[in-house]
C-alpha cells in the first residue's frame, strides 16, 4: 500500500504467455527482458557504482554493462539457446541478484536470479495448461541429528481426489542448495506434470530433503565424503521415509523407490541406494560419482555378485555433461562399474555442471522409472 | 560437490537450538551471528567498496560498517527486542541482501534477508517441537484473469489422516510481495502450529493467494483502489474460493469463511468481504484502511442497516501501528465506521508498517476465528 509514483506498466503484458503464470513487471526498472528474438537486455540501476558486470551461464566469463546519463546499467545479450539459467550482477566486484526479478536461486551461499529464455514450442520445464500437482512443505523431526527438518513433497494431479497409493522418488540437491533448489530451478514438479500429461511418465511423489548434514563437504574423492553420505543415509533410512510413508500414500516397495541427485546430492544418491539396495531398486546420479577407493571399501555387497545385483536394481543411471569439473571422475565411476559388471545406463550430455544439465537429466530419468 | 577449502565448521552448532530447523552455518563468512545477549553481528565481504551500511527495522536509519584489513566490513548492533527483522547491506549505494543468508524475504522489488533474534521462551512464531502442518505449493486457473495462478494452503497437523472438514481462512500479503511473503516473512504456518497446539486457536485452512493483480498499485486513497480491489475480488470469488473448496476439505460456509490482509492485501480483504458479506462472516484489516469516498460509494449494504451487518458479522477486525505511515487514514477508518454504528474491535500497536506488526495482528486475529 506504499504510493509507488510512475509505475511503467506500458510494456505489463508484452511477453507474458496466457495459461502461463508469470509475475508482472510493475517496476520502474524491469529485468530482465526477454525479447521474441531470444535476446535478453538486463538492466540494474546504480549510479554510484564504476563497473557492473553480468555473470551467466549461457555466455562465459563476466558481461560489461553500459550506463546511461540516468545511472541506469544496461547489456543485451544473445539470442540465447531455451534454457532457464542463473545470473548476476557484480557491481564493483561484489556479487548481486538482481532487484528486480523475483525468481531467486534458493541457495546458501550465493544470492543469483533466474532467467528463462522460452523456446517456440513449450519446453518440458515451462508451466503448461495440464493438470498440476501440488508441492507441500513439511517439517520432519531427524532421529539422528536431533533436530526438526523441512522437507517438500510433490503430489500428482489428483492425489487429493482419490485413494491410490503412489510410488516415490527421492531427489536431493547439491553442495549449497537447499531443498527448496529442485522446486525453484530444477522445477521438478512442472516437468513431471508435463510428462505425466504427455502419458510419458507414471504419477509418482517426488521428495525433496535438505542435503546438507551439517558436517561439511568433504572432497567427493576422498573417504571422508563416505562418513558425510553415512550421515545423510541414516536421516534418510531413519526419519525421512518413515515420516513420507506414514504422511503420504507411498507405496512402500523397493520396486517402488527411487533415489537420485545432482552434485553433491548424487553422491548421497548412489552412496544410500547401494547401502540399501533392499529399499531402491532405481538408483540415478547427476553430475556425480562414487572414488573407487569409497566404492571399493563400503559396496562389496554391490560388485561381489554382480548378476545378483544387476536382477536386483531396475536401473543405475549416471548421467555428466563434458564439460563438468567432475568429468574425469565420474567416466572413470563408469569405467569401474563395468569392470565389475554392474549394468549401467549413461547420458553424456554437451555442457558443465549446470542445473540446465540437472533439469535434462530428471526429464530424461522420470521417462524410466517405475516401468 | 564443489570442493571448498577451510570451511569454518568451528562454531557450527553455537546458537542453534535443538528441535528447531535451523540452516547451519557451513560459510567461511558466517552473517548475521545472533549472540545469547541479543546483540548482532552482521558481516559482508566487500574489499573494493568504499562505504558498506546495515539497513534494518529494529534500528533507525543506515548503520555505517567498519573494514578490516581483509576486506570484510563488519557491525555488532543490540541488544535487540525478540522478534524477525528485515536487513539489507546497502554497499556505496547499491542495497542487497545478505549472501550468507539463505532466509530471504520474497519480494517483487526488493531483495532482503531475514534475522530472529530468539526470546528467552520460544516466541509464537518460533519452530517449535509440536504437530506440524503443511505448505502446499498450488497452480489454480484464474478465470477472470485468464492466467494460471500460484496459491500456497496450509494444512493444520492430521489434515493427512482424517477425513474432517475445516474452516478456511484467506490471508492477503502487500504490495510487491508474493504468495510467499506470509509464509518466509509472516511465518503464518508456524504461528497456528503453535496456536493450535497451546488451544488457543482451532485448527483451519490458510489460503495465502498471490494479492497482484498485474493493474498497478493505486494510491488506497483513490476510487482507482476499489478498480484493483475489484480485480482481485472477481479471481477470488470466481477462481480461488472454488479452486480450495474443490481440491480441500474446507467448509463451504460464511460463518466458515476469514479474510484478512496486510497493507494493501488489507485493503483487499476489506473490500472482499464487505462486497460478499454473504461468503464471510470474519473480516480484518492489518495496516490498511478503505477511504471514506470508497466505502461510501461501494458499501451502502454495509452501513444502510448497519444493524443487520453486525448481526451478520462475527468479527470486524482492525489492527494498524501508531508509526504507521497509513496511522491517521486507519483512525479515519475507525471512525467512520463508528459514525455508521457498525461494530468492530480494534487494536493499536507501537511500531510502523512491519511485518513485525504484521505477525502480531495475524497472532491476535487467529485466536479468535471460527469460535
Redesign the interface.
Known amino acids: ?4 509514483i510512475n ?1 511503467i ?1 506500458a510494456s ?2 508484452l511477453f ?1 504467455p ?7 513487471r ?2 520502474a526498472i524491469e529485468s530482465p527482458q526477454v525479447h521474441a528474438d531470444r535476446t535478453v537486455t538486463f538492466n540494474f540501476k ?4 564504476n563497473q557492473v558486470e553480468l555473470s551467466t551461464q549461457f555466455i562465459k566469463g563476466p558481461q560489461a554493462l553500459t550506463k546511461d546519463s540516468t545511472g541506469l546499467w544496461t547489456i543485451t545479450l544473445g539470442p540465447v539457446e531455451p534454457d532457464i539459467y542463473p545470473y548476476n550482477f557484480i ?7 538482481d ?2 526479478n ?1 525468481n ?1 536461486f ?6 543469483s536470479s533466474l532467467v528463462e529464455i522460452p523456446a517456440d514450442k513449450p519446453a518440458i520445464y515451462s ?1 503448461q ?1 495440464v493438470p ?1 500437482g ?6 520432519y ?1 531427524s532421529k539422528s541429528m ?5 522437507l517438500i513433497v510433490y503430489t500428482p494431479p489428483g492425489y ?2 482419490n485413494n491410490q497409493k503412489y510410488p516415490v522418488f527421492y531427489l536431493i540437491s ?3 542448495d ?1 531443498e527448496e533448489t529442485w ?1 525453484k530451478v530444477g522445477r521438478a ?1 512442472v516437468i513431471l506434470d508435463n510428462l505425466i500429461a504427455q502419458n510419458k511418465a507414471v504419477p509418482m511423489l517426488i521428495v525433496m530433503p535438505y542435503g ?1 548434514t ?4 568433504p ?2 574423492s576422498s573417504l571422508q565424503a563416505a562418513d558425510m553420505y553415512k550421515i545423510f543415509n541414516d536421516d534418510l533410512v531413519g526419519s525421512i521415509i518413515p515420516y513420507v510413508e506414514e ?2 500414500r507411498a507405496i512402500p516397495k523397493r520396486e517402488s523407490r527411487a533415489i537420485a541427485g545432482f ?2 546430492g ?2 548421497q544418491s548412489l552412496f544410500a541406494g547401494f547401502t540399501n539396495i533392499d529399499k531402491f531398486a532405481w538408483i540415478c546420479s547427476y ?2 560419482y562414487l572414488s573407487p577407493e569409497v566404492f571399493e571399501k563400503y559396496f562389496s555387497n554391490i560388485y561381489s555378485d554382480p548378476q545378483a545385483t544387476n536382477n536386483r536394481l531396475k536401473l543405475l543411471w549416471l548421467g555428466v555433461g563434458n564439460e563438468d569439473f ?1 568429468y574425469k571422475q565420474a567416466i572413470t565411476f563408469n569405467e569401474l562399474l563395468k569392470e565389475k559388471h554392474i549394468e549401467q545406463q549413461n547420458l553424456i550430455t554437451s555442457g558443465g ?1 549446470t542445473w540446465m544439465n540437472a533439469r535434462l537429466y530428471l526429464t530424461e530419468t522420470l521417462q524410466l522409472f517405475f516401468k
Open positions: 500500500m506504499k504510493k509507488i509505475i506498466i505489463l503484458f507474458v496466457l495459461l502461463i503464470a508469470q509475475r508482472p510493475m517496476q546504480a549510479p554510484q557504482a557491481v564493483d566486484g561484489i556479487s548481486v541478484a532487484p528486480n523475483v531467486i534458493p541457495n546458501e551461499r550465493f544470492k508451466l495448461n498440476h501440488q508441492m507441500t512443505y513439511c517439517y523431526f536431533q533436530v526438526t527438518r523441512p487429493n481426489k547439491g553442495t549449497t537447499t522446486f514438479n546438507n551439517f558436517t561439511g563437504t572432497d567427493p504422511n503420504f552434485s553433491r548424487g553422491g553430475s556425480a567432475l555442471h
